[in-house]
């Protein structure tokens, strides 16, 4: 029993390591820069901004004659932001 209850607790320990590591690695995976990740344009870079960058992939767009980056949500596809040389779109 006792056994079977510190088998249980490690991996769960285990888990609770593994994990963030997993989408950490999936963050740096990317290959943003932290200026890049900073998704609500306040100009900081935070961990919950970090971690959630693992979901966002980019694309180049034509905006009128501007070539900009849009980054987009991998989940649904909608866009998050885009940038336009000095120019910066925040979607909602």
Do not use: H
């Not at 079977?4 to 990317?30: D, E, K, N, Q, S």
């Not at 009128?64 to 336009?84: F, I, N, S």
């Amino acid at each position: 029993m006792k056994k079977t209850f510190l088998f249980l607790v490690l991996g769960v320990m285990a888990l609770l390591l593994v994990y963030p590591a997993y989408i950490a690695l999936g963050a740096l995976a990317r290959g943003y820069d932290w200026r890049e990740m900073d998704w609500n344009s306040d100009g900081r870079t935070t961990l919950s901004e970090f971690l959630s960058s693992a979901d966002i992939a980019k694309r180049s767009i034509k905006r009128g004659q501007d070539v900009c980056w849009e980054y987009y949500a991998l989940k649904d596809g909608l866009p998050v932001r885009t940038d336009c040389g000095l120019r910066v779109f925040i979607r909602p």
